[in-house]
């Protein structure tokens, strides 16, 4: 929920029952209070990534298409067919994807503005004037990308992983391939 109240409350609620300060205190704590938003751009990631790489499967599958000689018009409609599919598929899931992340980006603004608030409230009068509430705005537009920057890491640590793999799988086939040329006569 989108609600400033409800988040405020959240993450007052998370950070007054948190064990101990340490340097994880905060994160720690905004992910408790936004975990179900934190969540939510898992499934729309996945399916950028499945997409992502359906797009050199269905290319290769339209080039060995077009080169052969033989041509099957329900092959053609087939991959015509799954080309359209991957590329809206691509284009909706990474769309979704945005969107929670947007979403995610304003819970941590509004979260931390609450929290922030909260804190110079309670400060005695003179403290209350001092710069580093002055500078809260700059420090939560530094923080407040911390979801996408999260969400980014294991995403592309997970696409080099899949890449990895096919290519190995492609050049295993073409070292292959090689190797038995090599020992035709």
């Not at 729309?44 to 099957?72: E, G, H, K, S, W």
């Not at 403290?127 to 990308?145: G, H, Q």
């Amino acid at each position: 929920m989108l609600s400033s109240r409800t988040l405020r409350t959240r993450a007052i609620k998370a950070w007054t029952s948190r064990a101990e300060s340490s340097g994880w205190a905060l994160p720690l704590n905004l992910a408790r209070c936004l975990k179900f938003a934190l969540f939510l751009p898992v499934i729309p990631r996945l399916f950028v990534i499945v997409f992502r790489y359906a797009q050199p499967l269905v290319m290769d599958a339209l080039i060995r298409f077009v080169n052969d000689t033989a041509t099957d018009t329900a092959r053609g409609i087939w991959l015509i067919s799954s080309a359209a599919i991957t590329y809206i598929g691509m284009a909706a899931s990474a769309a979704i994807y945005q969107r929670y992340i947007d979403r995610l980006r304003i819970m941590v603004r509004g979260a931390l503005i609450g929290l922030v608030h909260d804190k110079a409230m309670k400060l005695p009068g003179k403290e209350a004037k001092s710069e580093a509430v002055t500078l809260m705005s700059s420090d939560i537009d530094s923080v407040e990308s911390v979801g996408e920057i999260l969400h980014d890491t294991w995403a592309y640590i997970l696409e080099v992983v899949i890449g990895t793999m096919l290519l190995a799988a492609r050049l295993q086939c073409v070292f292959a391939d090689e190797c038995i040329r090599c020992q035709a006569p």
